[in-house]
Protein backbone atom coordinates (compact mmCIF):
# COMPACT_ATOMS: atom_id res chain seq x y z
CA UNK A 1 0.00 0.00 0.00
CA UNK A 2 1.50 3.44 -0.88
CA UNK A 3 -0.70 5.52 1.16
CA UNK A 4 -2.16 7.41 -1.79
CA UNK A 5 -5.51 6.95 -2.40
CA UNK A 6 -7.97 7.30 -4.91
CA UNK A 7 -11.83 6.97 -5.57
CA UNK A 8 -13.79 5.51 -7.40
CA UNK A 9 -11.91 2.27 -8.45
CA UNK A 10 -13.68 1.59 -11.38
CA UNK A 11 -16.15 4.27 -13.01
CA UNK A 12 -18.22 3.65 -16.62
CA UNK A 13 -19.91 6.31 -17.60
CA UNK A 14 -21.19 7.60 -21.73
CA UNK A 15 -19.98 9.73 -24.18
CA UNK A 16 -20.75 13.70 -23.38
CA UNK A 17 -20.90 12.97 -19.52
CA UNK A 18 -18.36 14.81 -17.04
CA UNK A 19 -16.81 12.97 -14.17
CA UNK A 20 -14.86 13.72 -11.41
CA UNK A 21 -12.05 11.44 -10.10
CA UNK A 22 -10.40 12.04 -6.81
CA UNK A 23 -7.42 11.71 -4.85
CA UNK A 24 -5.77 12.00 -1.75
CA UNK A 25 -2.01 11.84 -1.45
CA UNK A 26 0.23 10.54 1.12
CA UNK A 27 0.34 11.84 4.71
CA UNK A 28 3.28 14.99 4.17
CA UNK A 29 3.64 14.74 0.45
CA UNK A 30 2.60 18.12 -1.33
CA UNK A 31 2.72 17.22 -4.91
CA UNK A 32 0.22 15.68 -6.80
CA UNK A 33 0.59 14.33 -9.99
CA UNK A 34 -1.94 12.80 -12.64
CA UNK A 35 -1.34 10.12 -15.08
CA UNK A 36 -3.14 8.65 -17.91
CA UNK A 37 -2.89 5.29 -18.73
CA UNK A 38 -4.32 4.00 -21.89
CA UNK A 39 -3.13 1.09 -24.78
CA UNK A 40 -2.60 2.97 -27.46
CA UNK A 41 -1.17 5.59 -25.48
CA UNK A 42 0.67 4.20 -22.95
CA UNK A 43 1.40 6.25 -19.50
CA UNK A 44 0.84 10.18 -19.88
CA UNK A 45 1.80 12.70 -17.62
CA UNK A 46 -0.87 15.06 -17.07
CA UNK A 47 -0.72 17.72 -14.79
CA UNK A 48 1.29 18.58 -11.51
CA UNK A 49 0.42 20.26 -8.27
CA UNK A 50 2.26 21.61 -5.14
CA UNK A 51 0.77 22.84 -2.08
CA UNK A 52 -2.36 23.96 -4.12
CA UNK A 53 -0.42 25.39 -7.43
CA UNK A 54 -0.16 24.32 -10.63
CA UNK A 55 3.75 23.32 -10.93
CA UNK A 56 3.52 21.11 -14.36
CA UNK A 57 0.96 20.51 -17.44
CA UNK A 58 1.87 17.83 -19.59
CA UNK A 59 -1.05 16.02 -22.20
CA UNK A 60 -3.54 17.13 -20.23
CA UNK A 61 -6.69 17.97 -22.84
CA UNK A 62 -8.34 21.57 -22.29
CA UNK A 63 -11.76 19.03 -21.24
CA UNK A 64 -9.76 17.95 -18.56
CA UNK A 65 -9.00 20.17 -15.47
CA UNK A 66 -7.76 19.75 -12.01
CA UNK A 67 -7.32 21.37 -9.03
CA UNK A 68 -5.94 20.47 -5.19
CA UNK A 69 -7.14 21.44 -2.79
CA UNK A 70 -5.87 23.45 0.91
CA UNK A 71 -6.03 19.88 2.18
CA UNK A 72 -3.93 19.24 -0.60
CA UNK A 73 -6.48 16.18 -1.91
CA UNK A 74 -6.53 16.81 -5.72
CA UNK A 75 -9.88 16.11 -8.13
CA UNK A 76 -9.07 15.50 -11.94
CA UNK A 77 -12.45 16.85 -14.01
CA UNK A 78 -12.80 15.13 -16.74
CA UNK A 79 -15.84 16.86 -19.24
CA UNK A 80 -17.57 15.97 -22.36
CA UNK A 81 -16.20 12.01 -22.31
CA UNK A 82 -15.28 10.46 -25.87
CA UNK A 83 -14.49 7.01 -26.12
CA UNK A 84 -10.62 7.53 -26.46
CA UNK A 85 -10.96 8.36 -22.41
CA UNK A 86 -11.36 5.51 -21.63
CA UNK A 87 -8.15 4.39 -19.61
CA UNK A 88 -6.83 3.85 -16.12
CA UNK A 89 -6.24 7.60 -14.45
CA UNK A 90 -3.55 7.51 -12.17
CA UNK A 91 -2.96 9.93 -9.23
CA UNK A 92 1.11 9.75 -7.58
CA UNK A 93 2.16 11.78 -4.32
CA UNK A 94 5.87 12.69 -3.61
CA UNK A 95 7.35 15.39 -0.63
CA UNK A 96 9.05 17.73 -2.66
CA UNK A 97 8.15 20.21 -5.73
CA UNK A 98 11.30 19.63 -7.97
CA UNK A 99 11.35 15.80 -7.30
CA UNK A 100 14.12 14.54 -9.27
CA UNK A 101 15.27 12.91 -6.38
CA UNK A 102 12.00 11.55 -5.03
CA UNK A 103 10.40 8.97 -5.90
CA UNK A 104 6.50 9.08 -7.05
CA UNK A 105 4.12 7.16 -5.11
CA UNK A 106 1.11 5.61 -7.33
CA UNK A 107 -2.18 5.14 -6.11
CA UNK A 108 -4.22 2.02 -7.13
CA UNK A 109 -5.74 4.06 -9.97
CA UNK A 110 -9.13 4.87 -11.28
CA UNK A 111 -10.46 2.78 -14.52
CA UNK A 112 -12.55 5.20 -16.38
CA UNK A 113 -14.76 3.47 -19.13
CA UNK A 114 -16.74 5.94 -21.30
CA UNK A 115 -19.93 3.86 -23.18
CA UNK B 1 12.50 12.78 -30.49
CA UNK B 2 11.59 9.53 -27.63
CA UNK B 3 12.50 10.78 -24.56
CA UNK B 4 12.81 7.48 -23.19
CA UNK B 5 13.12 4.09 -25.15
CA UNK B 6 12.54 1.04 -23.68
CA UNK B 7 13.45 -1.26 -27.14
CA UNK B 8 12.05 -5.18 -25.27
CA UNK B 9 8.49 -4.97 -25.56
CA UNK B 10 8.64 -8.48 -24.19
CA UNK B 11 11.08 -10.57 -22.21
CA UNK B 12 11.36 -14.25 -20.92
CA UNK B 13 13.44 -15.35 -18.42
CA UNK B 14 14.52 -18.61 -16.11
CA UNK B 15 13.25 -18.80 -12.86
CA UNK B 16 16.39 -17.97 -10.55
CA UNK B 17 18.38 -16.50 -13.34
CA UNK B 18 19.29 -12.88 -13.75
CA UNK B 19 17.92 -10.80 -16.56
CA UNK B 20 18.30 -7.23 -17.80
CA UNK B 21 15.43 -5.09 -18.86
CA UNK B 22 17.16 -1.85 -21.71
CA UNK B 23 16.88 1.44 -21.37
CA UNK B 24 17.90 4.86 -23.53
CA UNK B 25 16.99 8.42 -22.40
CA UNK B 26 17.64 11.39 -24.47
CA UNK B 27 17.83 14.65 -22.07
CA UNK B 28 19.84 18.32 -22.88
CA UNK B 29 19.22 18.88 -19.14
CA UNK B 30 22.20 18.44 -16.99
CA UNK B 31 20.04 17.51 -13.81
CA UNK B 32 17.69 14.66 -14.17
CA UNK B 33 16.79 11.60 -12.17
CA UNK B 34 15.65 8.32 -13.85
CA UNK B 35 13.33 5.74 -12.14
CA UNK B 36 12.00 1.87 -12.83
CA UNK B 37 8.44 1.10 -11.58
CA UNK B 38 6.93 -2.22 -12.06
CA UNK B 39 3.47 -3.04 -12.62
CA UNK B 40 1.57 -5.83 -12.02
CA UNK B 41 -1.25 -7.51 -13.53
CA UNK B 42 -3.36 -6.08 -11.06
CA UNK B 43 -2.52 -2.60 -11.91
CA UNK B 44 -0.75 -1.09 -8.89
CA UNK B 45 2.76 1.07 -9.95
CA UNK B 46 5.61 0.38 -7.41
CA UNK B 47 8.48 1.66 -7.34
CA UNK B 48 11.49 -0.05 -7.75
CA UNK B 49 14.29 1.93 -7.91
CA UNK B 50 16.16 5.39 -8.66
CA UNK B 51 19.22 7.20 -10.36
CA UNK B 52 20.76 10.41 -10.20
CA UNK B 53 21.89 12.10 -13.27
CA UNK B 54 25.27 13.48 -11.28
CA UNK B 55 25.37 10.21 -8.67
CA UNK B 56 28.55 8.07 -9.27
CA UNK B 57 27.71 4.89 -8.30
CA UNK B 58 25.00 2.35 -9.60
CA UNK B 59 21.85 2.57 -7.42
CA UNK B 60 20.67 -1.25 -5.82
CA UNK B 61 17.70 -1.90 -3.96
CA UNK B 62 17.18 -5.70 -3.38
CA UNK B 63 17.78 -7.61 -6.11
CA UNK B 64 17.40 -4.80 -8.03
CA UNK B 65 20.47 -2.86 -9.49
CA UNK B 66 20.45 0.11 -12.47
CA UNK B 67 23.13 -0.62 -14.80
CA UNK B 68 23.87 3.70 -15.35
CA UNK B 69 26.17 4.30 -18.40
CA UNK B 70 25.95 7.95 -18.10
CA UNK B 71 27.89 8.88 -21.85
CA UNK B 72 25.71 6.53 -23.78
CA UNK B 73 22.62 7.49 -21.93
CA UNK B 74 21.72 3.87 -20.66
CA UNK B 75 20.01 3.26 -17.55
CA UNK B 76 19.38 -0.36 -17.75
CA UNK B 77 17.50 -2.47 -14.68
CA UNK B 78 18.47 -5.21 -14.09
CA UNK B 79 16.77 -8.33 -12.08
CA UNK B 80 18.96 -11.05 -10.32
CA UNK B 81 17.90 -13.97 -9.18
CA UNK B 82 14.45 -13.97 -11.25
CA UNK B 83 11.05 -14.91 -9.26
CA UNK B 84 8.36 -16.21 -10.48
CA UNK B 85 6.50 -12.92 -9.13
CA UNK B 86 8.68 -10.53 -10.99
CA UNK B 87 6.47 -11.10 -13.59
CA UNK B 88 5.15 -7.66 -14.83
CA UNK B 89 5.59 -4.72 -16.79
CA UNK B 90 8.07 -3.05 -16.42
CA UNK B 91 8.83 0.95 -16.90
CA UNK B 92 11.06 3.40 -17.05
CA UNK B 93 10.89 6.93 -16.93
CA UNK B 94 13.09 10.52 -16.49
CA UNK B 95 12.26 13.24 -14.38
CA UNK B 96 14.20 16.65 -16.00
CA UNK B 97 14.61 19.75 -13.81
CA UNK B 98 13.74 22.22 -15.99
CA UNK B 99 10.81 20.30 -17.45
CA UNK B 100 9.65 19.84 -14.02
CA UNK B 101 7.97 16.60 -15.79
CA UNK B 102 8.03 12.76 -16.10
CA UNK B 103 8.37 11.01 -18.85
CA UNK B 104 7.67 7.34 -18.92
CA UNK B 105 8.61 4.54 -22.03
CA UNK B 106 6.72 2.27 -23.11
CA UNK B 107 7.24 -0.86 -20.38
CA UNK B 108 8.48 -4.24 -20.98
CA UNK B 109 6.94 -7.16 -20.01
CA UNK B 110 9.06 -9.57 -17.97
CA UNK B 111 7.71 -13.07 -18.12
CA UNK B 112 9.55 -15.53 -15.48
CA UNK B 113 9.28 -19.21 -16.08
CA UNK B 114 9.33 -21.71 -14.14
Known amino acids: DSGVTQTPKHLITATGQRVTLRCSPR?????VYWYQQSLDQGLQFLIQ???????AKGNILERFSAQQFPDLHSELNLSSLELGDSALYFC??????????????FGPGTRLTVL | AQKITQTQPGMFVQEKEAVTLDCTYD???????LFWYKQPSSGEMIFLIY??????QNATEGRYSLNFQKARKSANLVISASQLGDSAMYFC???????????FGDGTTLTVKP
Open chain 1, 92 to 105: ASSVAKGDIHNEQF
Open chain 1, 27 to 31: SGDLS
Open chain 1, 49 to 55: YYNGEER
Open chain 2, 27 to 33: TSDPSYG
Open chain 2, 51 to 56: QGSYDQ
Open chain 2, 93 to 103: AMREEAAGKST
